[in-house]
């Protein structure tokens, strides 16, 4: 043991002995079933000094062995892990949580009132539930809005990995692939996140994810309110197959009344209407980037006009840019199908006068030759008698025009078509 305990006076019995660590899910690793090896008064806490049990376990396979590295008063006392010092609830460093929640670090530094200031908040630790961080964190009325934007919705296994082999950066390792350390090229040393200290972390200065996490913040996307105040309709997309239509009523019917609620389970979105534009304003305020239903972080956007999509159905985007046609398609849509209340006159482009014309279903000239079949009443083929080589093969399918149906009724070839060209048997 280190010297330095012979010099502590501290009342040996406050030293640490517990049955099982206090850990994110992040460094308890994703196997359920793991092996833990407890060491009693194995080690010095790094911030209070005091003898603690460690504990020792591996959290998955090719990771490598962590272990617990503060004792429990101090991670009581800030909510924090006691492996990475990384915040119980949202996952973020002490810094970036107590700049989120305005809170300022009160725990001293010399070795007297640091004794002193832990004895009161183990006295503090056991008259409370145990359900709530003590001390000023404890007082915070509420959460922050940049802390619900950064939090970490997920564990981050990356964070276990191995060390890198610092053999194969030198080009001397000789183990290949069952090197238990990462063969991969090191960061930058004058990258500032390659200098971390875990005590600046737990006291919440200088630490370089706390800063980079905060420059983040400053840079984080805004949700811009839609001029046109007829939109009450927000677009919710990422739900994934466990966000019911319950949980989202659940969420935003605080904000005001909901009108519809609409999932699409194909696409994994949904559209949620409310009855006034304040309503949908408030649930996009409040929700967007910070929505989270079932461990998921739902992606919060407004919902589009009526006239933004009628643009586009016209063949136009919101910007105004004019869509390209699809390749093979009719550049106009056919002409609508007649309806049975349709007389044959009008089905053959009759007109007002008793004479019928010699036009076929589209108001197309039928080609030379071709006899058209006559509707009840109106006597023999006519013929169109510029063509002496007689009536030509109707064409295929395929070179038809568009929209155009073909039904047996229509061929040249029945119903007379080899009757003689003056309209004789």
């Not at 183990?175 to 390659?194: I, M, N, Q, S, V």
């Not at 409040?286 to 009628?310: C, D, P």
Request: glycine share 8%.
């Amino acid at each position: 043991m280190a010297t330095s305990l012979g010099s502590n006076t501290y009342n040996r019995q406050n030293w640490e002995d517990s049955d099982f660590p206090i850990l994110c899910q992040t460094c308890l690793g994703e196997n359920p079933y793991i092996r833990m090896s407890k060491e009693k008064y194995g080690k010095e806490c790094k911030i209070c000094a005091r003898p603690f049990t460690v504990f020792r376990w591996c959290p998955g396979v090719r990771m490598r062995f962590k272990k617990t590295e503060v004792c429990q008063t101090c991670s009581k006392m800030k909510n924090v892990c006691q492996t990475c010092l990384l915040d119980l609830e949202f996952g973020l460093p002490i810094q970036v949580r107590d700049t989120g929640l305005s809170v300022k670090d009160e725990v001293p530094r010399s070795d007297v009132n640091k004794e002193y200031y832990t004895q009161n908040m183990e006295r503090e630790i056991a008259n409370s539930d145990g359900t709530r961080p003590v001390g000023l964190l404890g007082k915070v009325p509420g959460h922050s809005d940049m802390l619900l934007k950064l939090a970490r919705t997920s564990p981050y296994y990356k964070r276990n990995r191995p060390h890198i082999c610092s053999f194969w950066v030198k080009g001397e390792c000789k183990r290949g692939e069952e090197c238990p350390y990462r063969h991969e090229k090191p960061t930058d040393p004058d990258d500032p996140l390659a200098d971390q200290n875990i005590k600046d972390r737990y006291y919440g200065t200088n630490d370089p994810v706390a800063d980079k996490l905060l420059k983040r913040a400053t840079t984080m996307p805004r949700l811009d309110i839609p001029d046109d105040k007829s939109i009450t309709t927000l677009y919710i997309g990422g739900l994934g197959d466990d966000v019911t239509d319950s949980e989202l009523r659940n969420h935003f019917y605080q904000f005001g009344e909901i009108r519809t609620i609409t999932i699409v389970q194909r696409q994994q979105c949904a559209f949620i209407q409310f009855a006034t534009r304040p309503s949908a304003e408030t649930a996009a305020e409040k929700s967007f980037n910070k929505l989270i239903i079932n461990g998921r972080r739902l992606n919060v956007k407004w919902g589009r006009s009526q006239a933004a999509r009628g643009k586009e159905k016209d063949g136009q985007t919101e910007s105004g840019i004019m869509l390209e046609p699809v390749p093979g398609l009719p550049g106009a849509l056919p002409p609508p199908p007649l309806s049975d209340e349709d007389t044959p006159a009008n089905y053959f482009n009759l007109g007002p006068s008793s004479s019928p014309s010699v036009m076929n279903f589209q108001g197309l000239p039928p080609p030379p030759g071709v006899a058209m079949p006559p509707p009840p009443g109106f006597g023999p083929p006519m013929y169109h008698t510029m063509d002496p080589m007689g009536p030509p093969m109707p064409p295929p399918m395929a070179m038809r025009p568009p929209g155009q149906v073909h039904y047996p009724s229509q061929d040249p070839q029945r119903m007379g078509a080899h009757a003689s060209r003056h309209g004789g048997p």
